[in-house]
Each structure stands twice: as structure tokens, then as C-alpha cells.
């Protein structure tokens, strides 16, 4: 899988895709990042990739010249290939004013074999970028941020650990806070105590059994899976309920799973 990352800062890469799971990927040649710098394909002595926005208005705006040069140097599938699915690629704006970003997506995006991603910075970036070359907008969060470094750094992070091989143990990806209910339609779970189906992450717990006056549950170390299995689902549901109760409508939720919510909420 590769990554094309466009950006007016491609120093600020150096950093979060030398580490970690992203960079033992690379170096393990499951995925390939190119960070390209939009400076590279202007035409003018200034390097200029940004101008006034039409109408006024406060801020600067990316130019749409340097980022349609730059993406079609790339030679990436025709938009109408990509938007189709016949081409596992696509065109991505980091922007606060795209869709939201989740775990469902990480998941889409990582049953491709390119992803480009176009960092906004400013006011944004000329809208027929958005209209013609990408295929969609995507944010990470009901904030704005500076550019879309970051975003798009949070991007290639989720959606490299989804890759096959990326992770040493291939069950962790599955019963993590998110994960949706794609491993079952795939035969691909992870550990019947394991599973999250869309909820936040049950509590975990490690040695020493007991750290100062606090000992871990009995129930983690008494060797029932099934007990196992009920006490970390009660508890993802009581922590998805405190804090992500939207969640529980996206979920499928057993008789179970509904009986000690209407306990948990009376």
C-alpha cells in the first residue's frame, strides 16, 4: 500500500512516520510513503501556493495549480475510476469541513492500494480541488488545526495498523475501542473474550495483581472464559454508555447486552 502525502511543510513528516508501527511498516515494505512539497510545482520565483480568496474575506487560500500538477505527476486512477471502485486508490482534502473520520473509514481506506492525501493549511484550499480532483473531504474532529498535517499523520497511523503484518499480534487491531463487525463477515475474529463489535475498549489490567491496595478484578484471573467474555463486554458497555452513548446505536447488541443496559440506566 503506498501514501502520497501533499504539504507546503514536508519536514514536519520527519518526525511521525520515523516511528513506531508506521515506520517497522515501512521498513517491512507493507507500506510505502511519499511526502510531496507543493513548492516543487509552482511556477513563479516566489514558490507562491497561496492567494486571496475572490469576494474577500480574512486568511489566504491554497492555489489549485500546484495541487493538480502534483497529483497528477502521481499518474493516480482517473477520479471516476476511483469514485466507481474500479481503482483502489483515492484523493483525499484533510478539512474541517469533510466528513468525519473513524474507524470505519481506517477500515475502507485499508482495503486500498493508494491513498493520497492533500494537507489544507490557511483558510483552506480552492474549492474545484475539492470538486474535481478529490474524492472526498475528511476531518479528524469538531476542531481546527493549523493544517492538515496532523490529520493526515492520525490517517496513515489508523489505517497502517490495519494492514496485514503491520502489527505483531493481528488479533490486537480487532478488539480494540471501534473496531466494527467487518472481522465477522471476513471469518477473521480475534478471542471471543476479546472482542469490542464497535464499543469502546473494556479495562486492562496487568501485574502486579495488586498495586497499591488496588488488586485487579478476580474475574481476570480465574481462568473462565466465559465469565471472561460477560465481564469485559458489562464493562465496555458501561464505559461506551458514560461516554460514547451514540455508539450503542451503531452496534448490534444482544439480549444480554440490552438487559443490563436498562439496569445500568435505572
Not at 74 to 98: C, D, F, N, W
Not at 244 to 249: G, K, Q
Request: charged share 30%; proline share 5%.
Amino acid at each position: 500500500m503506498r501514501f502520497d502525502v501533499l504539504t507546503i511543510f514536508p519536514e514536519f513528516f520527519r518526525g511521525p512516520f520515523d516511528y513506531g508501527i508506521v515506520r517497522r511498516a515501512r521498513e517491512a515494505g507493507l507500506i510505502e510513503i511519499g511526502v510531496h512539497d507543493l513548492r516543487a510545482f509552482t511556477h513563479d520565483k516566489h514558490r507562491t501556493v497561496d492567494d486571496r480568496p475572490f469576494g474577500g474575506g480574512e486568511g489566504m487560500v491554497l492555489k489549485p495549480e500546484p495541487i493538480f500538477d502534483c497529483v497528477e505527476s502521481l499518474e493516480i486512477a482517473a477520479r471516476e475510476q476511483r469514485v466507481s471502485g474500479t481503482a483502489k486508490e483515492t484523493v483525499i482534502v484533510l478539512s474541517p469541513q469533510g466528513e468525519m473520520f473513524n474507524q470505519a473509514l481506517a477500515e475502507k481506506l485499508a482495503l486500498l492500494e493508494r491513498v493520497v492525501l492533500i494537507c489544507g493549511r490557511y483558510e483552506g484550499v480552492d474549492e474545484r480541488v475539492s470538486e474535481r480532483l478529490a474524492d472526498r473531504d475528511v476531518s479528524v474532529g469538531d476542531f481546527v488545526l493549523s493544517g492538515g498535517e496532523l490529520g493526515a499523520a492520525i490517517i496513515v497511523d489508523a489505517v497502517t495498523r490495519l494492514r496485514p503484518g503491520a502489527l505483531g499480534n493481528e488479533a490486537s487491531s480487532k478488539q480494540e475501542s471501534f473496531s466494527s463487525l467487518i472481522h465477522e463477515r471476513t471469518n477473521d475474529n480475534p478471542d471471543s473474550t476479546c472482542a469490542s463489535g464497535g464499543l469502546l475498549d473494556y479495562p486492562h489490567y496487568t501485574r502486579p495483581a495488586e498495586f497499591r491496595g488496588i488488586p485487579v478484578p478476580e474475574v481476570l484471573i480465574n481462568g473462565n472464559h466465559e465469565e471472561i467474555r460477560r465481564w469485559r463486554r458489562r464493562r465496555a458497555l458501561v464505559k461506551t454508555l458514560k461516554h460514547r452513548p451514540e455508539l450503542l446505536e451503531q452496534v448490534e447488541l444482544s439480549k444480554e447486552d440490552l438487559k443490563f443496559l436498562e439496569e445500568l440506566r435505572h
